[in-house]
């Protein structure tokens, strides 16, 4: 079993930043992939970023790219996601998820996701 709990979350002005993180427990966060997803009131579960398990695979959605980074840090059981130039567009619950099947490929649709954390409000003003 695996708890996700996100942070970093927050009202933000058009153009400004936030680094959202992920903080896993368990023992074998270094084996999942992690992903990043978001949902806007009225909207669907949205794809936003996803990295591998060693960080060496990493997708983003169209919208985010040249914006989003997203990072991990298997010591610290932590996955990250930098947002910069921010939009109202962006404003948004953003959850993190983690893949347990240790497949070699990074799942960007988020049934195949196996955890979920609680999520954490962004809000970007214009």
């Known amino acids: 079993q695996v708890q996700l709990v996100e942070s970093g979350g927050g009202l933000v002005q058009t153009g400004g930043s936030l680094r959202l993180s992920c903080a896993a427990s368990g023992r074998s966060f270094s084996s999942y992939n992690m992903g990043w997803f978001r949902q806007a009131p009225g909207k669907e579960r949205e794809f936003v970023a996803a990295?591998?398990?060693?960080?060496?695979?990493?997708y983003y959605t169209y919208s985010v790219k040249g914006r989003f980074t997203i990072s991990r840090n298997n010591d610290k059981n932590t996955v990250y996601l930098q947002m910069n130039s921010l939009k109202p567009d962006d404003t948004a619950v953003y959850y993190c998820a983690a893949d347990d099947s240790s497949s070699p490929l990074v799942p960007v649709g988020a049934p195949e996701y196996d955890y979920w954390g609680q999520g954490t409000q962004v809000t970007v003003s214009s």
């Open positions: 990295i591998s398990w060693n960080g060496g695979i990493i």
